[in-house]
């Protein structure tokens, strides 16, 4: 079959590349494999990986500890320090990421009609795309270096929920944003003893702290890619286009492990949670199904929402709807393991239900791009304006009712006399918790993409819908996230990246006869006046 080079590439040096790659029978099985036909996919996601690790190389989050050993080199000068590296390497990133982004649409493509029998190839792409970016910098959020610096809090005697990261000197040059600075943490025991294990064995020094934090978002992939399948499976789904939806995604590579969030983790025990928790399970299973579902509350709390669909799943395909005494029996089931979990993790790190109250003080860091954080924030400003109160006591009460809401949506849900599917209803509560909150950012959208995935096949514009959803996340991600030093020019570095990431996202939407063919809208302008157009949609024999 003949191959053409991804659309932008210099095919001279991609061609020299695969030729030297290819002289290794490992990356032979991992490209190639036994599925020949979706190789180009899976070269061109790993070329955007690599390109996201160089490129983070020089405009990806660096601590200036002296315990950094890239701080105390100048092996990174030409991409950090010089203004042409650090353009290069913005290029690069937003490029990279765009092309990582192109692979998975190319991919999802080439297996159509195949999904029964996708599943070895999309976890195969999952792992190859992800493995470059285990070296990366931390791009698209440093909220790693808060979660250093809290584990230092922890280690210290102090306490995260109520003492702030702040409070210990040289906070700053460990690089954690201050904007959670003087927040208490929004993170469960579980995750914060995890923190406080990985200063300790790595004396705070941030090239190791990464490579750990890393292994925990790693696991928490390995958990999604292990619980995705089985729950598609179960509930009918085909379990390849379930783990390519969502998994897969470049959003996970990009969020989860470039940008190292325990995310990952906390979805991974709520997932694999969920498959042990069948009708009739046995009791040593449900525990421990209800059990996995616990730490995943003891990571972030936010998913304790999960816990009434989780007795749920325990009565689902029971005949007609579960009687109140039967549902009330199973939930204090879930109660009681949950509060066991909870209380447990709160004794071994000595802060027992500190988290409850912290949870409650989000607010405090509304982000502008947060619909309901603007509607707060409009009407503290509103009537401040009239009434001189104060904007955060206004804003703030906004922000409880909206809290208020999301908790009132997630008990009709579990209430109601015929129950939403379990999973399904878990994914509407989270997505009810993060549209009614202060906080919106973009790895959000993965903790509801694998609920709504297992449980039904998605067509038409929701796809294409996400389609353009990820890609405007990515550039957005890049623009937003780019470490530069105080003397290279920030906003021409970003309107550089943005100028570069809105070109790439036109053509892979308007221009490419491959990926273009997925929007509708773009099919019907590029055949107006070309009746050929439709051979070419139909064409997927190339890259």
């Known amino acids: 079959m003949s191959v053409s080079e991804p659309t932008g590439a210099p095919s001279g040096a991609l061609a020299g590349l695969r030729r ?128 250093l610096g809290q584990g230092r809090l922890l280690h210290a005697g102090l306490n995260p929920y109520e003492d702030w990261i702040s409070e210990l000197p040289g906070w700053f040059m460990q690089g954690a944003d201050s904007i959670w600075a003087e927040s208490p943490s929004p993170y469960g025991p579980l995750f914060l003893l995890i923190s ?89 299973r449900g525990l421990a199904g209800l059990m996995l579902v616990s730490l995943s509350i003891a990571i972030k709390p936010l998913t304790v929402l999960a816990l009434p669909f989780a007795g749920l799943l325990l009565l689902r395909g029971a005949p007609g709807s579960p009687r109140w005494g039967t549902r009330a029996k199973v939930w204090t089931w879930c109660l009681l393991v949950a509060a066991a979990v909870l209380t447990g993790m709160g004794a071994l790190t000595g802060l027992w239900f500190g988290w409850i109250p912290a949870m409650l003080t989000s607010g405090d860091a509304a982000f502008p791009y947060a619909p309901f954080g603007i509607l707060g924030l409009g009407a ?56 009614l909150a202060p906080i919106i950012q973009p790895w959000y959208l993965l903790w509801v993409l694998p609920m709504f995935a297992v449980v039904r096949r998605w067509r038409g514009w929701p796809v294409w819908t996400l389609y353009l959803l990820v890609m405007v996340l990515v550039v957005v991600g890049v623009v937003d996230q780019l470490s530069v030093a105080q003397w290279i020019s920030l906003f021409w570095v970003r309107i550089t990246a943005a100028v570069v990431g809105l070109a790439y996202m036109v053509f892979i939407v308007f221009l490419d006869p491959k990926t273009s063919t997925l929007f509708p809208f773009t099919a019907r302008w590029r055949s107006r006046g070309r009746p050929e157009a439709t051979t070419h949609q139909t064409n997927q024999e190339t890259l």
């Open 20 to 147: 030297r790659l290819g002289d290794f029978p490992l990356t032979h099985r991992l490209v190639g494999g036994p599925d020949e036909e979706t190789a180009p996919s899976l070269w061109q996601g790993l070329i955007g990986s690599l390109l996201i690790m160089i490129g983070s190389w020089g405009v990806g989050w660096l601590a200036m500890t002296p315990t950094s050993v890239f701080a105390r080199t100048t092996v990174l000068n030409p991409l950090r320090v010089e203004p042409v590296g650090v353009v290069v390497c913005a290029i690069l990133l937003v490029l990279g990421s765009l092309l990582l982004v192109r692979a998975w649409l190319r991919l999802g493509q080439r297996l159509e009609g195949r999904w029964a029998t996708a599943g070895p190839v999309v976890v195969r792409a999952t792992w190859l795309w992800a493995a470059p970016l285990m070296v990366a910098f931390p791009v698209f959020s440093r909220d790693v270096y808060s979660y």
């Open 196 to 284: 406080r294990a990985v200063w300790f064995l790595t004396g705070g020094s941030p090239e190791p702290a990464l490579l750990l934090f890393r292994l925990v978002s790693v696991a928490g992939l390995a958990l999604c890619l292990w619980a995705v399948p089985r729950l598609a499976r179960r509930f009918g789904t085909e379990p390849g286009w379930s783990v390519w939806i969502s998994v897969a995604n470049p959003l996970f590579a990009l969020y989860m492990i470039a940008g190292i969030h325990n995310d990952s983790l906390m979805m991974g025990l709520l997932l694999a949670g969920f498959v042990l928790l069948t009708p009739g399970a046995s009791r040593g």
């Open 380 to 435: 503290g400003w509103a009537v401040d304006a009239v009434a001189g109160t104060g904007v955060r006591p206004v804003a703030d009460l906004v922000y409880t009712l909206g809290t208020v809401a999301a908790i009132g949506f997630t008990a009709w849900l579990a209430l109601t006399r015929r129950p939403v599917h379990p999973v399904l209803a878990t994914g509407l509560a989270l997505l009810a918790a993060v549209l």
